[in-house]
């Protein structure tokens, strides 16, 4: 038995490679692991499948839908579309929502599409106020359906949000404070679903509390259950629960109960006013419009809503401003809701007793139209009322700083010239009007900040109405915009707005608050007030604000949070009178400002307080610093402002605290609030001292009366009185308050009075009371008589005065008098003048019409003589001549035509007329026939007359080549020969006269007009208009506009008006060139090829000439007739090149038509690319080739260089321009919104959408604006308005529509106009159409996923969507591309083309088609050029392009670019330039190509490539070289033998080194040695030169630094050194080295002058030799390079680096 035992060996790692699947590195959020990547479910993006990107349906009755785990991705487009029972009730509760405000939204629409009803816009960062309240916002739809669309930009991602729907469920679930009734959710109607409140609570989600503490009853009020369930309370109460006494010191909120409504009451971004109780609200921002009234009012004591109907008023708008003014209220500006949404200057008034809309139309109107402005209506100090309109953004003007005013009384309107502080204007501020101070204060905003930055500020400003100055006061530090400001208690009262600025810095800030400042007007101070406690979220922007007419009560209305809100918010501020004491008085606050006057605690007021100052009250500002002062960068905002700052001679703005050099100047007139007014006179003055320094007195201000007048004395005794007055008053009064109080106390206690003691009383106060009617009675007599008395004086002095003013106005006329009769006289000359100057321009005028006539006339006979050889065949087929013409021709003549014998045709050429090739149907262009001898042209034409020549059928007319004018005169005989030949009249029409053989003998007429007008008379029925004679037309027209008549005089006719005219024509060009007709001439003598003639011109700034007219034929021969007199034969280039082997055209790329200039017999040639004039005396031409040489060449440049450059057209606002395209074609410039269909400025896309209106935006890559436009389900689905309709064939094929998850949608013929918006298309309401997308015909409508099967019509799909073969010439997974070598978009059955590329590209751009060309040289779009800028020529339509070498030199031809990387072939050509020497090639390249080598003897340059001769054909090489005998191709005999060179089957990048040379064979040795030598020993003694040179300049260089250094020890400075000495005691001896009293460096600081003090040898008792101090100077020169101590180097350095600053103190104002 045979045992076989097989082992496995198990290789390790291979049962794990095929048992276990790979496993993905992260989880999959939204998808499944597939061969360890991720597979996304639909609708999901993203490595792990995190993000949404698509559509969602949703069908379960709850659950919560999120854009992912993680920050949501840029540029996210996400729509859910929640689908319940139908007319059921979804909610939708957002418990976490955080976004980009103002950026990314998301919109709620209720129902399947965004045509449905917009309920909710949701943006920023979503947190409830107070933990209390509602934890989350939550809205409801009521038709089944919920669609929500999230799009987010590509600035910054957050975290998203999450929300949690239901069906049928209650609101809130009833807030915790009742119980959800009715049937089991989800399976009824809404309306038997509701919350059943427990008792005290009350609304729809038992969310309102009611009757607090029973209201405090029954002392402070009682609980109104049969109402609104509120709290009614006492007189002596107020309060939601009448917890508050009346007056009360604590402010509070309220939500009056309101009756409800079914009127669409919510609004933003309106405006509100309140007259006699009433609070009027107009415009305003709404989702929808349906229900929208324009005007609204709301009645304070009732708390009730009304609607005011009327017919004929302003459009629906938001933005604007109003204004109160009487009984009127005036609505200016805002943005139209309706149509294409604009910006309006429209001015309303509406009559509220009469409910009457009146538009008023100004003139002047208003600067511009605005929106996000403010006005207010005040009083000049004129008296006349007039409306302010502040600041505001204009679509054209961008965001405004300048006041405007309208004159009620005028209706005009006009912008004011303010002065102070410079401020800035922008959009969405708050402003109040104080009547008392006559000032407006603004504040917020959304500006432009400069340097393409812009966002919101919180600047403070105030404005004086009367002086028209501007303050900039404390700002709050907290920036907003779309917030209210209302003037209660004396503070200004902000609430609410749009709070966020820049999501870098504020991390997602809240789009709408509910922040409370307060701003002090007479500290200058903010305060945060607490936020409203209340029991529901406030926070909005949008909002109006008013105060009730007893200024008592500040209400808030509307606004917008993501809704649209309708609530009315109350706030109540503290009452002053509550305060019984002046310290408490003074302190009470915030929100509220009291003052303590005369016992009592009232609001302050402004009228007390000169506002350029803060109150005495007020507590000490903080010092204010640099920083605050710097950004004001001019005088007056510096000095016109509350931070304290001073303006220095610097230009520059610093703190007014600076100690020193502050120079103190008067207060500029207007700088701040008049110090007097009439407006003061109505309250107690203050005292008035008179010394110039304010004393500053408890509750007062004492201040200097200005000295002006004559009667300062009676002024100031008068202020000493009223002084004394108001200061005995105040003693008065106080002790009138002490005897009130005893007098009260007294009558308590003395009931009887002693009647006789009142009657003794009132006697002595009657005597007194007589005395001073006495007294009083003497005074006004003695006054009297005064006043008479100086009435007397004032008359006589009035007397005089008048007298001297009337003699003094008689002189002053008189002498007016004199000054006008002068005027008078220099008018009259120069009138004079000015009609002998126009009498001689006419006469010139006249002489030009007349030379232009004639040059007309020479014109058109130079042209027809250029024309006279040729002659014209009509009725030829297009296509029917075949590649040549001339042969065509030819042969056609020669078939047809039979010439003498010895006749030759001799065509030069042949050709269509160059017009466009016409349609088919349309008659065929003629042929243009060229001949060389006008005899053998008329011969073949006189022939062709006489017989019927046909091609095909189709008869040939021949007939000559007239000139353009000579054709127009020809053809207005069209109607008179059609005339003729009804009556069978025989006619001819030689050149532009008209033959007709009547009856009565021939008749031959000079014009049509002439020959109708005959017919006519002879009774033919003709229609004719007679022609106008443009010449004599001139004339009669100069006649009518100069009508003057020479009366005598003169110094020649239009002798002025010539010179002037030629003064014009020098000035027309530069300096060189010579001004014909249109352009500047310039003949060069220079000889050089073409190509450097033109480099020349071009540098020059011109071209090379087109000799168009006669007239610049006529100059160039003239000047070249004058060169040859002088000996000087010129033969120059003109701009004439051959652009194919038959055309020649200029340099402008116009025609050459042969018209003025001519070919030389024989010419031109076939070497021949550029043109020369040959022969002065005739105009001829010569053809050569462009790189040989030739005697000067004529260059031209378009006249009038001189002249200045039109001015910069001004940039296209984007609010004008109206497409996508053009919007978006400046970067950083505009953004296009396509739902709107409107452009708008990058810095003002906040504040042109500040509800989320704008569903996306492009700031480039533009898409098709309607559905319509696009061509794929996937581009179809991105846009959330549309559907796609899939057509039965199954392949992916379909149309784009709007539509909603039911079907396609159009707009309803019978639906009017509404507001513009995402849920309506171009402002029409939107209707189901099921027929656009009919099931039962086989199509299907997609609105959630695109169908599986997507081949755009191509292909059949295997296994439902796999695309199984592209036809049709595309490619692609979906067949969505084309092939290589076709172009197009295949996208929804759409065609491939095949690329026209002339044989020169296999590929070209898959959009454009536009060719990429293999062959280098070779350029168009459809390869159909040669680069004859750099010296390719050819012609790519019948052959290639070749580059042109020459002889003796290498070119370099690198193609490294990337524009380079189609080439795969170069070709050359070469031209030998002597016959006698052979012609060498070399050519060498990086990469390996292939080489074919031909000759030809003409240089057609591929044109025709039969002419060439096969040499070399060499294959997969990279260098070759060659030479070509002189002898075996006869370049003697052959002159223009040429050389082509063909490179291909190269791969980029390739460098390419070619050069063609003609030397001698063997070099003469005996030459080059002399030569070698000659140079080598020229080298040499050159070299031994210089090193002489060289020796000699360093030995004086030396000698002179000797002598310099020299001079300087010479010239040394001498200096005193202060030695102090120790006289007595035994000095150690020095050790070392001596330390030097000075060392004095010289150049360099290599050596140096060292100086010591040193002792001298003295007597044994230590004392100096008598006569000798003991003490010797000694110098020496010194190596101070190495010898230097540290201590000498380190002085030096520390000299070097010393720094001194100067410090200059300014004088600062």
């Not at 009315?568 to 501020?573: D, E, G, N």
């Not at 000295?707 to 005995?728: F, G, L, Q, Y």
């Not at 189709?954 to 005339?979: C, H, Q, V, W």
């Not at 201590?1687 to 600053?1701: A, N």
Request: proline share 5%; net charge neutral.
């Amino acid at each position: 038995m045979l045992l076989v035992v097989v082992v496995l060996t198990l290789v390790p790692g291979m049962q794990g490679s095929t048992m276990t699947p790979l496993t993905c590195p992260k989880s999959c959020y939204s998808g499944s692991c597939l061969n360890g990547s991720c597979v996304c479910d639909h609708g999901w993006v993203g490595e792990r499948c995190q993000h949404c990107q698509g559509r969602f349906k949703i069908t379960e009755r709850s659950g919560s839908l999120t854009d992912g785990p993680v920050n949501y991705k840029y540029k996210t487009k996400c729509t859910w579309l929640i689908e319940g029972q139908p007319n059921s009730v979804l909610r939708l509760r957002f418990s976490h929502f955080a976004t980009e405000c103002s950026w990314d939204h998301m919109y709620v629409y209720d129902g399947d599409s965004i045509f449905s009803p917009l309920i909710a816009v949701f943006s920023g960062l979503m947190v409830p106020e107070n933990m209390g309240n509602e934890s989350a916002p939550e809205v409801a739809t009521t038709s089944g359906y919920a669609l929500l669309h999230f799009f987010s930009d590509a600035a910054y991602n957050l975290t998203g949000f999450n929300i949690i729907y239901s069906m049928n469920s209650c609101p809130q679930n009833c807030s915790g404070h009742g119980r959800c009734v009715g049937v089991s959710p989800g399976t009824a109607s809404s309306s038997q679903v509701y919350c059943e409140c427990e008792e005290f609570w009350k609304g729809e989600a038992c969310q309102i509390p009611y009757c607090s503490d029973h209201c405090g009853s029954p002392d402070h009020g009682h609980c109104d259950l049969t109402g609104g369930k509120q709290c009614v309370c006492n007189d002596s109460w107020q309060g939601p629960d009448c917890s508050l006494p009346v007056p009360s010191a604590d402010a509070f909120w309220e939500l009056p109960g309101v009756t409800r409504s079914a009127l669409s009451l919510g609004r933003a971004s309106h405006q509100a006013v309140v007259h006699r109780g009433l609070m009027w609200v107009v415009g305003g921002y709404a989702f929808n419009y349906s229900d929208y009234y324009m005007l609204l009012n709301y009645d304070l004591s009732s708390r009730t809503w009304d609607v005011v109907p009327v017919s004929n008023g302003p459009l629906h708008r938001y933005g604007h401003s109003l204004a109160l003014h009487q009984d009127d209220i005036y609505m200016f500006g805002g943005k139209l809701e309706v149509g294409a949404a604009d910006i309006t200057d429209e001015l309303w008034r509406f009559n509220i007793p009469r409910r009457v809309w009146t538009p008023l139309r100004p003139v002047p109107g208003p600067l511009c139209p605005l929106e996000g402005h403010s006005a207010h209506v005040v009083t000049r100090e004129d008296g006349q009322h007039v409306m302010l309109v502040f600041f505001g953004y204009s679509p054209v003007y961008s965001y405004l700083s300048e006041v405007q005013e309208y004159l009620i009384g005028q209706s005009s309107w006009q912008v004011l010239t303010t002065r102070g502080a410079l401020v800035q204007g922008g959009y969405g501020h708050s402003s109040v009007y104080d009547e008392a101070s006559g000032c407006v204060f603004l504040h917020g905003g959304y500006k432009a900040l400069g340097s393409n930055k812009y966002g919101l500020v919180d600047h403070m400003y105030r404005y004086h109405v009367h002086t028209r100055t501007w303050w900039i006061l404390k700002e709050s530090g907290l920036a907003r915009h779309l917030h209210s400001m209302a003037l209660l208690s004396g503070t200004l009262l902000v609430f609410g707005g749009n709070t966020h600025n820049d999501t870098s810095l504020s991390n997602g800030a809240k789009c709408f608050s509910a922040d409370f400042l307060a701003y002090d007007i007479a500290c200058d101070e903010w305060t945060v007030l607490p936020r409203p406690a209340l029991l529901q979220d406030v926070q909005c922007y949008g909002h109006s604000a008013v105060v009730s007419n007893g200024s008592v009560r500040m209400y808030i209305f509307g606004g917008f949070s993501g809704v649209i809100l309708n609530k009315v918010l109350a706030y109540t501020p503290p009452s002053c009178v509550v305060f019984s004491d002046p310290l408490r008085c003074a302190t009470a606050g915030p929100g509220v400002r009291c003052h303590w006057v005369q016992g009592a605690c009232v609001t302050w007021h402004p009228l007390l307080h000169d506002l350029s100052s803060p109150a005495t009250f007020c507590p000490p500002k903080q010092v204010s610093t640099d920083e605050q002062c710097y950004p004001l960068a001019d005088c007056g905002s510096c000095t016109s402002s509350t931070h304290g700052c001073q303006w220095c001679e610097e230009r520059r703005c610093i703190s007014a605290h600076i100690g020193q050099g502050v120079v103190t100047v008067p207060e500029q007139t207007g700088a701040g609030v008049p110090q007097t007014g009439h407006l003061q006179e109505l309250l107690p003055q203050p005292s008035l001292s008179v010394g110039g320094a304010a004393e500053a007195v408890p509750g007062r201000t004492r201040r200097t009366m200005p000295k002006k007048r004559r009667n300062d004395k009676n002024i100031s005794k008068a202020n000493e009185t009223v002084e004394e007055t108001a200061d005995a008053s105040d003693e008065d009064a106080n002790s009138g308050d002490a005897n009130s109080e005893d007098a009260n106390s007294g009558d308590a206690n003395s009931g009887d009075a002693n009647s006789g003691d009142a009657n003794v009383y009132l006697a002595a106060q009657q005597g007194k009371l007589l005395e001073s009617i006495s007294s009083l009675t003497k005074e006004l007599l003695d006054f009297k008589r005064d006043i008479k008395h100086e009435l007397g004086e004032f008359k006589e002095e009035m007397r005089k005065t008048m007298k001297d003013d009337l003699k003094e106005f008689k002189e002053e006329t008189l002498q007016n008098l004199d000054t006008q009769n002068a005027n008078i006289a220099e008018a009259q000359s120069r009138i004079s003048d000015l009609e002998t100057s126009c009498f001689e321009m006419k006469e010139a005028l006249l002489s030009t019409i007349k030379q232009n006539n004639e040059m007309h006339d020479k014109i058109v006979d130079l042209e027809s003589r250029g024309r006279r050889n040729n002659l014209r065949i009509y009725g030829v087929a297009e296509e029917k001549e075949g590649k040549s013409v001339a042969d065509f021709v030819t042969e056609l003549l020669r078939a047809h035509i039979k010439l003498p014998d010895g006749v030759q045709l001799q065509i030069q050429r042949a050709h269509r007329a160059l017009i466009p090739k016409p349609a088919p149907t349309v008659a065929p262009r003629s042929i243009i026939v060229n001949f060389l001898q006008f005899q053998v042209k008329e011969l073949v034409l006189k022939k062709a007359w006489q017989q019927k020549i046909e091609i095909d059928g189709k008869r040939l007319y021949f007939d000559n080549d007239y000139a353009s004018d000579t054709m127009e005169k020809r053809k207005a005989y069209g109607p008179i020969k059609a005339a003729l030949k009804e009556r069978g009249v025989r006619f001819q029409t030689p050149f532009t006269k008209m033959r007709v053989f009547w009856d009565s003998g021939l008749r031959i007429y000079n014009s049509a007009d002439e020959a109708a007008q005959d017919l006519i008379r002879r009774g033919f029925k003709l229609t004719w208009t007679k022609r106008a004679d443009r010449r004599r037309a001139a004339e009669e027209r100069l006649e009518e506009l100069m009508p003057w008549r020479r009366v005598g005089g003169g110094d020649g006719v239009g002798q002025r008006a010539r010179d002037r005219l030629e003064e014009f024509r020098r000035q027309a060009c530069e300096e060189g060139w010579v001004h014909v007709e249109e352009v500047c001439l310039q003949i060069n003598s220079s000889k050089d090829s073409y190509d450097n003639a033109q480099h020349f011109c071009k540098n020059q700034g011109g071209n090379m000439a087109s000799l168009l007219t006669a007239a610049h034929v006529s100059y160039i021969l003239d000047q070249l007739g004058k060169a040859q007199l002088h000996s000087k034969k010129l033969s120059p280039w003109v701009g004439l090149r051959k652009i194919n082997v038959s055309y020649w055209g200029w340099e402008d790329m116009s025609a050459f038509t042969n018209s003025s200039l001519r070919w030389l017999p024989g010419e031109p040639n076939d070497s021949g690319f550029c043109a020369y004039m040959d022969k002065a005396e005739v105009s001829s031409l010569k053809a050569k080739p462009c790189t040989a040489s030739t005697d000067g060449f004529i260059c031209e440049e378009p006249a009038g260089r001189v002249e200045r450059p039109a001015a910069r057209p001004c940039r296209l606002p984007c609010s004008h321009r109206t497409s996508c395209r053009n919007c978006t074609s400046q970067p950083m410039e505009c953004m296009w919104c396509g739902s709107t269909q409107r452009c708008v400025e990058t810095a003002a896309y906040v504040v042109s959408f500040p509800y989320g209106q704008c569903l996306e935006w492009q700031t480039q890559d533009c898409q098709a604006e309607t559905c319509w436009g696009l061509h794929s389900c996937s581009e179809c689905l991105e846009r959330v308005e549309c559907g796609w309709c899939g057509d039965p064939s199954k392949t992916g094929r379909g149309v784009c529509m709007e539509g909603s998850d039911r079907g396609p949608m159009k707009p309803l013929p019978s639906s009017r106009q509404r507001p513009l918006g995402p849920q309506t298309l171009r402002g029409r309401d939107m209707g189901l159409d099921h027929s656009l997308c009919a099931a039962d015909r086989g199509f299907s409508w997609a609105f959630i996923q695109c169908p599986a099967c997507q081949c755009n019509g191509h292909s059949q799909c295997v296994d439902s969507s796999v695309c199984e073969r592209c036809e049709n010439s595309t490619s692609g997974p979906h067949c969505e591309s084309c092939v290589p070598g076709y172009y197009g978009d295949p996208t929804n059955g759409r065609t491939c083309h095949a690329c026209q590329c002339n044989n020169h590209a296999n590929v070209c751009h898959a959009n454009t088609g536009k060719c990429h060309c293999t062959t280098k040289g070779i350029r168009g779009d459809q390869c159909q050029l040669c680069d004859s800028e750099n010296r390719y020529q050819g012609n790519p339509l019948r052959g290639t392009c070749y580059y042109n070498l020459l002889i003796d030199y290498q070119f370099t031809f690198s193609l490294l670019q990337d524009d380079d990387r189609y080439y795969t072939a170069i070709n050359f050509m070469a031209t030998p330039e002597q016959a006698t020497k052979n012609l060498d090639m070399s050519i060498n390249a990086s990469n390996n190509f292939n080489l074919n080598i031909s000759w030809s003897l003409s240089s057609t340059a591929g044109i025709i490539s039969e002419e060439e001769l096969f040499l070399i054909s060499r294959t997969n090489i990279r260098e070759h070289r060659d030479s070509f005998s002189c002898d075996s191709f006869n370049f003697r005999l052959h002159h223009n033998v040429t050389f082509y060179i063909h490179l291909s089957n190269f791969s980029w990048p390739i460098k390419i080194q070619i050069a063609f040379s003609q030397h001698n064979s063997i070099m003469d040795l005996v030459q080059f040695f002399i030569t070698f030598f000659s140079c080598f020993l020229s080298l040499l003694l050159g070299a031994a030169v210089l090193w002489k040179i060289k020796q000699t300049c360093w030995a004086s260089r030396r000698r002179e630094q000797l002598v310099r250094e020299r001079q300087q020890m010479a010239s040394r400075p001498f200096a005193s050194v202060a030695v102090a000495l120790e006289v007595g005691e035994d000095q150690a001896e020095v050790q070392g080295v001596p330390r030097p009293v000075a060392v004095e460096p010289c150049w360099g600081s290599r050596v140096g002058v060292l100086t010591l003090l040193l002792y001298m040898p003295r007597l044994p008792s230590r004392i100096s030799p008598p006569g000798q101090s003991g003490l010797a100077l000694v110098s020496a020169l010194v190596d101070t390079s190495l010898q230097r101590s540290m201590e000498f180097k380190d002085r030096g350095l520390g000299l070097k680096q010393r720094k001194h600053t100067i410090h200059h103190q300014g004088t600062c104002v």
